[in-house]
């Protein structure tokens, strides 16, 4: 089996998220890439087999065209994160987007696009560290997997680092603010909260 998706990812150009296997989304397979747009609701991409050189040319006459919607997995973009990528990305840069989740047409990735010949940097955790996103749920891995937390701390140690440095969106708040809103959304202090509501209405029912 493992041969075949190794052939498929070689030779298969994908022109809709469809059209990708489960098996290449529950192996989180990593696929090649070039940028086309950059959109509200994600990154279009051309699909780029890896292929044989002498084959490539064979290969674009009976290739369909089409592009897939990629989003940033487990990440919450700004108004300026879109404008950071434009300014960041160049026109028909290639990429590799490992594939995390699918929902309809739409892609969750992680993204990684190289920086020289011996760095490649990883779009979703460098939004984070420059402030302009937050971490969400990462679409598509099951929460008790180990993969999902692996990923998950990763994008919020980059999202630290910019809190830590006041930049982009954490410079708009002060650290008091910033607190109060971390304990605020804690998942535990919302239970100790609830609790402490349904212990007051108890109390007030047993005075009646």
């Not at 990593?30 to 064979?58: A, M, N, Q």
């Not at 973009?77 to 987007?97: D, G, I, S």
Request: aromatic fraction near 8%; charge should be positive.
């Amino acid at each position: 089996m493992s041969v075949v998706l190794e052939q498929l990812t070689r030779t298969t150009k994908f022109t809709s998220a469809l059209d990708i296997p489960v098996e290449f989304i529950e192996k989180n397979v990593k696929l090649r890439g070039k940028l086309c747009h950059i959109t509200e609701k994600g990154l279009e991409v051309e699909h780029v087999p890896i292929s044989l050189p002498f084959l490539s040319s064979l290969q674009r006459k009976w290739q369909s065209n089409g592009v897939l919607l990629v989003r940033l997995a487990g990440v919450e973009l700004t108004p300026n994160a879109m404008v950071w990528l434009q300014e960041e990305l160049k026109p028909a840069q290639m990429m590799w987007f490992q594939l995390l989740g699918r929902e309809d047409l739409v892609l969750d990735c992680l993204i990684l696009v190289n920086k020289g010949r011996f760095f490649s940097v990883c779009l979703n955790e460098e939004i984070l560290r420059q402030g302009l996103g937050k971490t969400t749920r990462i679409e598509g891995l099951h929460h008790d997997s180990p993969l999902y937390w692996k990923l998950h701390k990763r994008l919020l140690q980059a999202e630290l680092k910019a809190l830590k440095k006041n930049k982009g969106i954490w410079k708009e708040e002060s650290y008091f603010e910033k607190l109060r809103d971390h304990i605020s959304n804690n998942k535990f202090v919302q239970k100790l909260k609830q609790f402490g509501t349904h212990m007051c209405y108890l109390l007030f029912l047993s005075t009646m």
